[in-house]
């Protein structure tokens, strides 16, 4: 067996593993908070503005379709088969950044078995599925660097932005996968910026941005709507959750900014 099939089937069984992990501590059925919502949305055929996440819907109506189960608890199942997914990944790119498969098998059972990776594991959640995107592209981008070709980048460039149809939060790994590709693009950083690397980057990105139609369509249901403009300005504002981000993300204030480092403390 080649050492490339002997980190896919580690992976395979370390992923197994962490499903049953998953399985065995899964939520049975409804919860609260915003996993009674993702609960309560999975399946519908509409989706609003507010309730995000078009490739979340998607693949976890999926589930609910498939599974012979109530709708909350296939929702649940999908989580932790996302989980699993992430955790297999991990091995993948813990393996190709250490050089062995020991540092990918460490990495990935010390995030299946984190507290707070587990805990969005086993209820309905966007998070399970974001981790397995992230995995999904640096295994794209290690792949790339490895053995660099156009094809290969536009994979990276097609698993990024697949991954925005799942979180926004994707935008927050763009000034470090930009940082990698400037300094390993071969030909130096002016490569990066040559038609065969931009075109592709931002065609996929623009293919991809059209999951959030699902979203943007809803607003055409609704009689009488606005003109396109106030319908692209309330999309946005929604689909952003930029009321939210205003609150909570950008203007933390001082007093709360010891709490969060007792959660990262925590994590640790």
């Known amino acids: 067996m080649t ?36 609960q309560a949305i999975a399946g519908e055929r509409t989706l609003t503005p507010r309730q995000g996440y078009p490739l979340y819907f998607a693949i976890t109506g999926l589930f609910v379709r498939v599974l012979p189960v109530e709708t909350a608890a296939a929702t649940n199942v999908a989580s932790a088969v996302e989980a ?9 790119v813990g393996a190709e950044l250490g050089g ?18 587990w805990s969005q594991a086993t209820i309905a959640e966007v998070y399970a599925l974001h981790v397995a995107l992230v995995g999904l592209c640096l295994l794209a981008l290690l ?13 990276f460039f097609a698993a990024y932005a697949l991954a925005f149809g799942n979180h926004l939060q994707m935008a927050l790994l763009l000034p470090a996968f930009a940082l990698f590709l400037l300094l390993a693009m071969p030909g130096g950083p002016r490569a990066a910026f040559r038609p065969g690397v931009v075109l ?24 009488n709507h606005p003109p396109l403009a106030d319908n692209v300005r309330a999309f946005w504002f929604d689909v952003t959750k930029t009321d939210w981000r205003s609150n909570m993300v950008v203007t933390i204030p001082w007093s709360m900014v010891g709490d969060r480092f007792q959660m990262y403390w925590f994590d640790l």
């Not at 099939?5 to 499903?19: D, E, G, P, Q, S």
């Not at 699993?84 to 993948?92: D, E, P, R, S, T």
């Not at 062995?100 to 990776?117: E, W």
């Not at 592709?200 to 009689?223: C, D, I, K, R, T």
């Open 100 to 117: 062995t498969l020991v540092a990918g098998l460490v990495g990935a059972l010390l995030l299946a078995g984190s507290y707070t990776f």
């Open 143 to 155: 792949a790339w660097h490895r053995r660099p070709s156009d094809g290969r980048l536009a994979l």
């Open 84 to 92: 699993a997914l992430a955790v297999g990944l991990i091995v993948l």
């Open 200 to 223: 592709p980057a931002v065609g996929l990105a623009v293919l991809f941005a059209l999951q959030y139609a699902w979203n943007f369509a809803w607003l055409y249901f609704e009689p």
């Open 3 to 38: 050492r490339s099939r002997t980190h896919v089937a580690a992976a395979a069984l370390t992923a197994a593993l962490a499903f049953g992990l998953y399985a065995s501590t899964l939520l049975p059925g409804q919860d609260l908070g915003d996993t009674a919502s993702f």
